[in-house]
């Protein structure tokens, strides 16, 4: 069965810094992988994608995450962390290509706090 | 273009009632998956409908229902509510083309409350 794992449940960073939420990821095959971003008492909205390619994946709003295979990681980044984006952030892998596109499993979250 | 739709947005039960939630997807997705999210167990898969057939199903219990209608609007019911069930419920939709590769867009959930 596939998994993902978000070790840190808090993470704060100062406004204009590098920021780095941390995923792992377990699963048979090839994995896909995304990142979702929930805002408070809203829906999840998708960032990025890996499915296949370039290690490094450009998502929306200036996000960026790196696909490591070796180390089983799709850690999300951004150069330069801006208060908005202060919000949950969820690592989702999507289950074996004979599996369905739409259940994916997901991470707990990880709380993003940019502190200005 | 609209975004995907969940009626009620809150609603608040009583233990052993039973619950209708709505969802709209964008025009267009023929795909509806529903999730329940609450703070000790994240977001869970409940089911998924496409083309008005249940496609796939989490580990619920049988008192989660779902249906998907002709026009792709789904609803889902949860029978004898327990406190448990208290979650945010979301809805998410998707075409042929981006369920290939896993991308769902989201509506922003129906806050169930049980007392």
């Known amino acids: 069965a596939q998994s993902v794992a978000q070790p840190e449940d808090q993470v704060n960073v100062a406004e204009g810094n590098p920021l780095t939420v941390k995923c792992t990821y377990s699963v048979s095959g090839n994995p896909y992988l995304f990142w979702y971003v929930q805002y408070p008492n809203r829906g999840l909205q998708f960032l990025l994608k890996y499915i296949t390619g370039d290690n490094l994946v450009k998502g929306s709003y200036g996000f960026e995450a790196e696909f490591n295979k070796s180390q089983t990681s799709f850690h999300l980044k951004k150069p330069s962390a801006l208060v908005s984006d202060s919000a949950l952030y969820f690592c989702?892998?999507?289950?074996?290509?004979?599996?369905?596109?739409?259940?994916?499993?997901f991470g707990s979250g990880t709380q993003l706090t940019v502190l200005p | 273009k609209a975004g995907v739709t969940q009626t009620p947005r809150y609603l608040i039960k009583t233990r052993g009632q039973q619950v209708t939630l709505s969802c709209s997807p964008i025009s267009g997705h023929r795909s509806v998956s529903w999730y329940q999210q609450t703070p000790g167990q994240g977001l869970q898969f409940l089911f998924e409908y496409f083309s008005e057939t249940q496609r796939n199903k989490g580990n619920f219990p049988g008192r989660f229902s779902g249906r998907q209608f002709s026009n792709s609007r789904s609803e889902m019911n949860v029978s004898t509510l327990e406190l448990g069930d208290s979650a945010l419920y979301l809805c998410?939709?998707?075409?042929?083309?981006?369920?290939?590769?896993?991308?769902?867009?989201f509506g922003e959930g129906s806050r169930l409350t049980v007392l």
């Open positions: 989702a892998v999507r289950p074996s290509p004979s599996g369905s596109a739409r259940q994916l499993t």
């Open positions: 998410a939709s998707s075409t042929p083309g981006l369920a290939t590769t896993g991308e769902l867009f």
